[in-house]
């Protein structure tokens, strides 16, 4: 039986085999990071083989069975398809064109493609998103889950991402609304604190020259560990924010309206509670400025206010805050001082 394998599927048939050269290899990564359709096609080829059902109950890899069991998949929801609605037949086309491709699968051991996953997340670089500072980025990730990245934030995520995990790493600031999948929590890793999840939206914000890491829950559950104290565990409640101080590792719960969290992705800057040395860099971040605090007395200092990005300039926030009678400021070009007040 003769198979048209393009030479594209030839190179992923070496990857899930373990026997690219590094040339093959470093072909294929630029292939991958051409276009998201190709990164699509990888893992459209992985699930199609997985619903074909070849896997199931196999010690041993059998391609005549393989091949069986894939064409009976095939033309089982091929003949569904033909009844199905509009839509439907959108997915069927698309199976059909890949279909093509599971011919280079059927000749992968079961070994082999039992680790596929892992040398696939193994070989190629992690996929990086960063927002610039001053900006912010809105992504998607493979699995839906909704991703917004606040200005200087970076998340970090395997070619393998909804295949075997769904593990992000995160640094800076992200607002997640996570698509729900029991089998496959969804994990936001930083240095000092983990967050898990099934399907939920929250705000975790974990600069790495923050001196607190903050979770803010809006609706569902969250699973938080702190890494500095690896006794210390919490499961939230929506409306809960966990605060972490990275000098102690002590972490701190307060009940509170969550929802305000989540508003700097709607252009405003909201500050709950939260210290003016972490309010001064998120200025910083977003007004591309340079600010100090002269007094030592007011790096303890905490403030409630938001702000509109849009509608107000630094010069507009800092009246804000010296409107509080904690603190007066001087402005001397792209420098700003911060005094306590007398």
Known sequence: MEHNISHID???LSCLSGNSTPDEMAELK??????????AHLRAIREIWLASGVLDHAERFDKNLACERFSAYMNRHTSAGRKAKTGKHVVLRYLSYTAAAVALLIVVSY???????E????????????????AKTKM?????TLVWLNASSKITYSQGFGVSDRNVSLTGEGYFEVTGNVKLPFRVKTDELHVCVLGTKFNFSNYPDNEEAIVSLIEGKVHVRNLMNVNEEKNMAPDEKVFLNKKTGQMRTLSHKTSSSSEWTNGYLCFDNELLPDIVKALERSYDVKISIADKSLETARFYSDFSQQEQNIEDILRLLKSTR???????GKNVILREEK
């Open 10 to 12: 030839e190179l992923i």
């Open 140 to 144: 998607f990730l493979p699995d839906g």
């Open 111 to 117: 070994a082999s493609y039992r680790h596929g996953g």
């Open 326 to 332: 904690k603190l007066t400021y001087t402005i001397e």
């Open 30 to 39: 630029e292939w991958l990071d051409a276009s998201p359709e190709n990164s």
């Open 119 to 134: 040398q696939v997340k193994n070989r190629f670089a992690d996929i990086i998103i960063e927002a610039p500072k001053g």
